[in-house]
Each structure stands twice: as structure tokens, then as C-alpha cells.
């Protein structure tokens, strides 16, 4: 299983230390924060960033993310669609395989029909203009009660009915349990569709009092992130994992010791070997 850095674990750092940070850290792959892109790009080139991957010899593996995608006004879905080819041709020119896409919020009296018809439409949409640059797009559903998508169990039934090869699901840890998504929605997955797994643990308090500032490095907290993996044992996953972790506490701390402490949290976690060899993607 190959071990990412999410850019949101060093918020507060430029997308060049992030990758500077991942490549003495022994990283294999980098999810690219899209804010930290854009301002990297106000400077530099698509050209340079590939050639800062190269020579730190890291993979990009996702832009995240593109923020509420559903159930927005025609004007904002306009946006959202400009969004989604600005980033999917920059990550066709970087070789990343994913852009990372989140729901929009729980509308008023908003049902299940209405949430998965939308949910639908969108992602078949945004997968069309992302599959002329070979991309694909990782749908990350939010355990916050003010997410139209909260769980994978839903989030499954949304990505199947979908039905292109180009979209499929994140699993986060934390909005795993946030939501209180089902063991058995991971047993029913097909590995192939589970494009991103985001690790982090949480602060033991009640689900409805999580918020992501609560979020911890990997085996400091309560969720159950052994049990997660034995669910991906299960259904043969092993490709991935990156750790995403939005602490005020640790944006404020030196990238390069947040990103070592964070790798070896994970490998100690998911009883991954040391040099994390193997996966494949």
C-alpha cells in the first residue's frame, strides 16, 4: 500500500514544501491541495511543477478538491464546471489520476430521491468534461449532518448508479465515523471503485460534536481505523493511502516533522512494512 501526503495536513505550508516535505519523508505519492496549486501556478508553470515531481520522485495522486458540486444555482454550477476542466486538464498534464469532488449541502426538505437524482446528473456531467483529459473523479462524501451525501452507504448507491469508469468513491476515516457509515458498505464495495482512502483519528467526543479541527494523527484517537483495514483486507484493497488531517494545532508546526510523524503513525497503524513496498494503481 503506497502512502500519500494530503496538502491539507500542511495547511499552512506552499505546495513546494509540501512536496519537499513528502520526498524526505520517504512518501510515494502527493494529493495536491488545489489552493496551494493555484497560487504556485501565479509564478511557475505546469511544466515546473512536473519537474519538482520528478526530481523529488513523487507521484501526484489527486488535486482536491472541488467543494460542493450539487445542488447549486446555475450561474455557481457554471463555475463548478470551469472548476472541473481547469483541474482535470492540470492534472492530465501532471499524470494525476484523480480530482477529488465533494457533495454540496443537505438542501431544505431535501430526499434521498432527490439527493442520489442530482448527486447523479452532476458527477455524470463533470465525468464527461474530466474524461477528455484521461481523469478520473474521486466523490468524497462528509459525515457533517449539513452534507447531502453522508455516508458511503449512499455515497455506493450514488457512484453504481452513475455508472462510468471515470467516478468512484474516497473513503475518509473521519467522515467514516462522523456519519456512522456501515462496515458492510465497505464488504459490498468493489475495490475498484474505492479510488482514494483518506487515514486521521479524532478526539473521542460524540459524533455530532466532531469537526475536522478534531482530527489527530493516525492511532491517537478512537476511530476505528484496524477494523476499516481489515475491511479492506477483505475485499482485496491495497492500493493507497493518504493522510489528510485538518489540525490548526499541527498547520502551525514544521511541515517536514508533520509529514514524518504522519507517515510513521500510518505504517505503524495498518501494520504496513517499513518501506511500504507493493500496491499498485
Known amino acids: 500500500m ?3 501526503l494530503n496538502g491539507a495536513t500542511t495547511m499552512h505550508a506552499d505546495l513546494e514544501t509540501d512536496i519537499k516535505a513528502a520526498s524526505e519523508a520517504g512518501y510515494e505519492l502527493i494529493e495536491i491541495w488545489a489552493a496551494k496549486l493555484r497560487e504556485f501556478l501565479k509564478t511557475k508553470t505546469v511544466e515546473d511543477l512536473k519537474t519538482l515531481l520528478e526530481v ?3 507521484q501526484p495522486y489527486s488535486i482536491n478538491s472541488i467543494e460542493h458540486i450539487t445542488f ?11 472548476e472541473c476542466l481547469e483541474l482535470s486538464e492540470i492534472a492530465g498534464e501532471i499524470g494525476s489520476p484523480y480530482v477529488v469532488v465533494v457533495p454540496g449541502k443537505m ?3 431535501g430526499s434521498k430521491d432527490q439527493i442520489i437524482q442530482e448527486s447523479v446528473k452532476v ?3 463533470l465525468g464527461g468534461i474530466a474524461e477528455n483529459y484521461n481523469v478520473s473523479l474521486a466523490f468524497e462524501f462528509l459525515g457533517q449532518t449539513d452534507c447531502s451525501v453522508q455516508t458511503l452507504d449512499l455515497c455506493n448507491e450514488i457512484v453504481e448508479r452513475v ?3 471515470n467516478i468512484g468513491n474516497v473513503i475518509d476515516t473521519f467522515h467514516f465515523y462522523a456519519g456512522n457509515s456501515s462496515f458492510e458498505a465497505i464488504e459490498k464495495m468493489n475495490p475498484e471503485k474505492l479510488f482514494i482512502f483518506h487515514i486521521n483519528d479524532a478526539e473521542d467526543l460524540p459524533r455530532a460534536d466532531l469537526t475536522d479541527a478534531h482530527r489527530l494523527y493516525p492511532g491517537e484517537g478512537i476511530l476505528p481505523l484496524k477494523e476499516i483495514k481489515a475491511k479492506f483486507d477483505q475485499i482485496g484493497y491495497d492500493r493507497m493511502v493518504s493522510i489528510e488531517i485538518f489540525r490548526p494545532e499541527y498547520w502551525n508546526q514544521d511541515p517536514f516533522e508533520v509529514a514524518r510523524k504522519a507517515r510513521r503513525a500510518t ?3 495498518l501494520g504496513l512494512q517499513s518501506s511500504v513496498a507493493g500496491g499498485s494503481w
Open 163 to 165: 455508472n462510468r469508469e
Open 56 to 58: 523529488h520522485s513523487l
Open 2 to 4: 503506497k502512502i500519500a
Open 123 to 125: 458527477l455524470d456531467e
Open 107 to 109: 438542501p431544505d426538505g
Open 267 to 269: 505504517i505503524e497503524v
Open 72 to 82: 447549486r444555482t446555475a450561474e455557481d454550477y457554471e463555475s463548478i464546471k470551469a
